[in-house]
């Protein structure tokens, strides 16, 4: 039979793996939250950057 300091000594243990764990997959998805909204942010930024270089191009063009 195992004694209570075992017993508690072994669900401290598994308490502190849960936690680890659902802080890392918490860890996770804040990640992949963050890369995603800055995979959006950077197609965002390369489209206004190509639609300012046509619009630059067809500035330039009307003026020659």
């Known amino acids: 039979m195992l ?3 075992v017993v508690l000594s ?3 243990w598994r308490t502190t793996m849960l936690s680890t764990w659902l ?3 918490r860890a996770v998805g804040l990640g992949r939250v963050l890369a995603s909204y800055g995979a959006a942010a950077l197609v965002l930024w390369g489209l206004e950057r190509s639609q300012l270089a046509e619009s630059i191009n067809l500035l330039v063009y009307d003026l020659i």
């Open 10 to 12: 072994a669900d401290v």
């Open 3 to 5: 004694g209570p300091a």
């Open 23 to 25: 802080t890392r997959q």
